[in-house]
């Protein structure tokens, strides 16, 4: 109930690419959906996160497609460039009621090729 | 601003002692939360301080314990260390919890001998 699947584990495009990470929850009371992007010795920086009254939300070259009744989302980085190249993670929480609790999708390690 | 500071950076202990790491959250948020990240097992929820109170606590053993104080300060101790617990953990910081973005600190890498 608790988990976030995400694929695939890893994903090489050429500069310019469009990459897309998907991915897939079970609990129905998640309602709030944040992408991390993670460069090697740091901790993971927010980069989009969309709720589910929406269906799609850009940032810059980001964009969340959110679908409710499949339980899934999903990344595209549009015109991607190396400097994009980092594992990004999915994570999933509820909003309201307790505590902030993140639950992470695996990773997924983009290497964007020059 | 200044983000999340957490310290030490990098930590070598020998099985069976204990650690203490430090997270300093962003100023003004009162909410924070540990994380525990191995190649293995992802990122994984160890537990939620908020007010000084531990709101929500995730699927770890008792060795694992932390605190709150009241400047929102909190730390993280692991007792009887194991070479499993061998592992970046991560500080996230947010302004109330619950609604609001969680944003990381960089991270201790604990490393058990």
């Known amino acids: 109930q608790q988990q976030v699947k995400q694929s695939p584990q890893s994903l090489i495009v050429q500069k310019g690419g469009i990459p897309i990470i998907n991915c897939a929850y079970e609990?129905?009371?998640?309602?709030?959906f944040p992408w991390y992007q993670q460069f090697p010795g740091k901790g993971p920086a927010l980069l989009i996160a969309i709720r589910p009254d929406v269906s799609e939300k850009k940032e810059g070259r980001f964009t969340i497609s959110f679908n409710k009744s499949a339980k899934q989302f999903s990344l595209h980085i549009m015109d991607s460039q190396p400097g994009d190249s980092a594992t990004y993670f999915c994570a999933a929480t509820r909003s309201s009621g307790s505590a902030r609790q993140l639950t992470f999708g695996s990773g997924t390690q983009l290497t964007v090729l020059p | 601003k200044a983000g999340v500071t957490q310290t030490p950076r990098y930590l070598i202990k020998t099985r069976g002692q204990q650690v203490t790491l430090s997270c300093s959250p962003i100023s003004g948020h009162r909410s924070v939360s540990w994380y525990q990240q191995t190649p293995g097992q992802g990122l994984q929820f160890l537990f939620e301080y908020f007010s000084e109170t531990q709101r929500n606590k995730g699927n770890f053993p008792g060795r694992f314990s932390g605190r709150q104080f009241s400047n929102s300060r909190s730390e993280m101790n692991v007792s009887t260390l194991e070479l499993g617990d061998s592992a970046l953990y991560l500080c996230?910081?947010?302004?109330?919890?619950?609604?609001?973005?969680?944003?990381f600190g960089q991270g201790t890498r604990l490393t058990v001998v």
């Open positions: 996230a910081s947010s302004y109330r919890g619950e609604g609001t973005e969680a944003f």
């Open positions: 609990n129905t009371a998640f309602d709030y």
